[in-house]
C-alpha cells in the first residue's frame, strides 16, 4: 500500500512540475527557384598528367607440401573404389 501511495504522489508531484510546451508550427517553402547562369565558379578545370596505377608487390608463398611426381597409386584406388 505505501508504495501505491508513494507513486501516486509521485506521479502528482511531477505533473505539477511539468510545463505545458506551446504549439510549434513550422511552414517551409513550397517552392524555390535556382538560377544557375548567376552562380560563377572560379578555378581551373583540368585532369592530372599521368594517371598510373603502381603494381602491387606479391607476396609468394611457399609450398609446404612435399612435391610428387604423380599420383597413379591414389588414382588406381579411386578407380577400384568406383567399380
Do not use: C, H
Amino acid at each position: 500500500m505505501k508504495i501505491l501511495t508513494i507513486t501516486l504522489s509521485f506521479l502528482f508531484m511531477t505533473s505539477a512540475f511539468a510545463q505545458k510546451t506551446p504549439d510549434v508550427r513550422y511552414e517551409y517553402k513550397k517552392f524555390e527557384k535556382f538560377d544557375f547562369e548567376e552562380i560563377g565558379v572560379e578555378g581551373e578545370a583540368g585532369s592530372p598528367g599521368d594517371i598510373s596505377i603502381s603494381p602491387r608487390m606479391r607476396k609468394e608463398f611457399a609450398n609446404k607440401l612435399p612435391e610428387r611426381k604423380n599420383f597413379n597409386k591414389e588414382m588406381k584406388k579411386a578407380i577400384e573404389g568406383i567399380r
